[in-house]
DNA sequence: GCCGAATGTGGAAGCGCTTCCACGAATGTC
DNA sequence: GACATTCGTGGAAGCGCTTCCACATTCGGC
């Protein structure tokens, strides 16, 4: 160790040959786990790795595998506010601590515009990554397809617009937003308005549709006029909630198809002089910690975060393995009960 | 490109030279831009590469050049909500942007525990990456030391606790927390708490010791009473307004050291029943996007951060290249007036 | 018109690793 | 006790790239 900045000089794997007393190829086997390794020959093996530190060169070891042990999570959207929602949050942080267990390594990636999806293309070709997991993905966005077609593991999450044969994880979004708009009406409400996700996005679009099938099932009719499209952000959602105020001031009731969202319609209804839940019932989707600690406690649909990471990283490996190139899951969403509705 | 999954067969360096009838030297020298190649030559490959769409094996070029183009952002953080942090968010969301200016790539790795931390130091010895931004560093982590002593390039987020000579870019919280203090006082408040935060992190102390040079050079002296330490979380905002109010019922302005925490001590405040800012001014700190759509809409100080991480990036490459291993930059930070003080 | 310098090019080495192959030793089988 | 197997090991090739070196060329200066 130099007193300078001087990096140490890395031992190598003949290094670690020659103090072990053994070849190359031996302590490669070891610091492989090969089971054809004697006994002794391990154990002096592993003692020279812990005498000198070693640590394998990963480029020179992914040359020659064609693994670089590094998986990818493409957010295709253009970067304004998506680091700052809870649910790109819960997914980064689910899904490193799914990887802790492995020795992969996230590598985090936007694509903002089209150029920028045309580099992470040619980034993922050429064995860059192992596997893709591609959130956030937009109706029009050709990503899925580039990948696919440069052969790269790939797991959605959330489903394809189309029925393309692709690995995804997703929520069940259709059963929440009719859960939670069955819930509104089993509670007498009257006047369901909704505040829908974007609608070039799949899960803006399935909510959305749960809440309309709930609302035929009851024998009732999605009223225009009590629809309004937020972007799943608190912003939006707050000035959704306006609109739909502004045009149907009588609704008692609202399902708002995100927790950043809810927060918002929640402040505008609270700036209106509405209460909640008394003058209007309000259910998001999320179960974000911000759905506990705003007021009132916000009643939304979970969904099991903690379930479809794992799952994510567990389908992707399974396809970098030669697995099955589209097996895809769907989680169950439960409601959560506090005191908005 | 086959039908099924396989990955089309990547061209090398020795076919494209081939098809451009030249060497492989040549082809290297024109892929990486040498100056020491005829016009001719140089057309002949970049038709090649562009006909074959070679792209380089990035593996195999950073066993030779023992670059990885590929920097790392490190979270020492035991993961909670630093992702939900709009703070964390713009850090991301800056550095990415200015990144993809480059063709580096980033990986984010978190680093919950002391083993996770051990996992980071091997992780970056030994070249995985060419250089380290830590941010969120606590004050007993060892991860500075580690990294320095591997000989990786480093650049803290934020300065670090003792003065050892290694680069940073920091905000200037200390000013930051006196401006914002003396605000309040040129207000005319004359009960003026603070939640601060975490007293293991150096924006936390800073911004504390910065409030507290204010009322010192107002000649007033910091009252213990008036003092709750937050976590930087909506949630500890909230708490630590809670136990403000109970010991000191009197205040009338509270500086709190992070937006989320302001936000929360806002619903604090309100469920109180006090006004803002009639009652209680407050001052936050970040001008995170959540102090414009929060009511009232917080009075905050805003650090650069647009300036900040393009800073940090570029830190980080000059040493990368051999440059100044402690060069460091503060930001100042500057009032934004909005209606919550 | 000759010599040294500048210039463009190809050959070849080698980055650190995995893995195929061959080989000798140990084991099992009749 | 002779043979076929298995097992552990080392040698060596080679992953795709950069770069040093040597070798033509071409050029300008006298």
């Given at each position: 160790m130099t007193v300078s900045g001087t990096r140490t000089a890395a031992p190598t794997l003949d290094e670690v040959a020659l103090r072990a007393g053994v070849s190359r190829a031996t302590v490669s086997r070891v610091v492989n786990d090969s089971p054809r390794v004697s006994a002794e020959a391990r154990e002096a093996v592993q003692a020279a790795v812990a005498e000198l530190r070693y640590v394998p060169n990963r480029m020179a070891r992914s040359l020659v595998t064609?693994?670089?042990d590094t998986i990818a999570l493409v957010l295709s959207e253009p970067d304004t506010q998506v680091f700052s929602d809870p649910f790109f949050a819960s997914i980064v942080r689910g899904l490193s601590r799914a990887l802790a267990e492995t020795d992969l390594n996230l590598v985090l990636l936007t694509a903002r515009d089209a150029r920028e999806q045309e580099k992470i293309g040619r980034y993922a070709?050429?064995?860059?990554?192992d596997g893709v997991i591609l959130m956030s993905l937009h109706r029009e966005d050709q990503l899925p397809e580039v990948l696919a077609a440069a052969g790269v593991p790939l797991v959605l999450c959330g489903r394809p617009?189309?029925?393309?044969?692709v690995a995804y994880v997703d929520a069940d979004n259709v059963g929440g937003g009719r859960v939670a708009t069955e819930f509104l009406i089993a509670q007498g409400r009257r006047r369901i308005a909704t505040v829908t996700g974007p609608q070039d996005m799949i899960a803006g679009v399935d909510r959305f549709q749960g809440h309309r099938a709930a609302l035929e099932q009851a024998g009732r009719r999605l009223e225009p006029g009590l629809v309004a499209h937020g972007d799943f952000t608190e912003a939006g959602g707050a000035r959704a909630m306006a609109e739909l105020l502004d045009r149907?001031?009588?609704?008692?009731a609202v399902f708002v198809a995100s927790d950043p969202m809810a927060v918002g319609a929640l402040r505008t209804l609270q700036a209106a002089g509405r209460t909640v839940p008394g003058d209007v019932a309000v259910v998001g989707f999320d179960d974000a910690a911000v759905a506990q600690t705003c007021d009132p406690p916000l009643t939304t649909m979970a969904q099991p975060l903690d379930e479809m990471t794992p799952l994510m990283t567990e389908l992707l490996l399974q396809q970098i393995d030669g697995g099955p190139q589209a097996d895809s899951r769907v989680c169950a969403t439960h409601l959560v009960r506090r005191a908005s509705a």
């Open positions: 064609r693994r670089t070709r050429r064995g860059h990554v617009f189309d029925g393309r044969p149907e001031p009588g609704l008692d």
